[in-house]
């Protein structure tokens, strides 16, 4: 039987993990230099889903206070589990010299804003250790 808790501790997972994914982007256009309204609505979007994310702790906060501190325990971790399995936020190997892009944290010295998908990146991107090109990377299995 799914209890009022149960559905307010899957919403506060639910948000939990969209505010993890929306918040690299967030920071990233925050700290470009051009502010079109896209990433205006992009950014006001992160916040948005960050401050229903905390609304809704709090609210679980409410429901059970003695045991918020091991629900608020268990949501983080599930938020942590959740975005590891997000294709979007994957690891790519290079075949020749092992570098890893990691789609999570990006490539700054590039500029590459975290949460950019291997896809996404140019057809000429080439590996920046060793300058072969996206064809020799390979999905990176953890
Ligand atoms: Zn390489």
């Not at 948000?15 to 230099?33: D, M």
């Not at 206070?65 to 589990?81: E, G, M, T």
């Not at 291997?118 to 080439?126: A, G, P």
């Amino acid at each position: 039987m799914t209890t009022p808790l149960d559905t307010l501790i899957a919403r506060a997972v639910e948000l939990g993990l969209k505010s993890s994914l929306a918040t690299p982007q967030a920071a990233s256009l925050l700290a470009g230099k051009t502010k079109s309204a896209e990433a205006e609505a992009i950014i006001q979007a992160a916040n948005q889903v960050t401050a229903d994310y905390k609304a809704c702790l709090k609210e679980v906060e409410r429901a059970a206070p003695q045991h918020y501190a091991s629900l608020r325990n268990q949501i983080v971790d599930q938020v942590r589990k959740a975005m590891k399995k997000q294709p979007g936020m994957r690891k790519w190997r290079c075949k020749v010299c092992s570098f890893l892009y990691d789609e999570k944290i990006g490539l700054s010295k590039q500029r590459i804003p975290a949460g950019t998908s291997f896809q996404d990146l140019s057809d000429d991107w080439e590996c920046p250790d060793c300058d072969v090109g996206k064809d020799q990377f390979v999905l990176d299995q953890d």
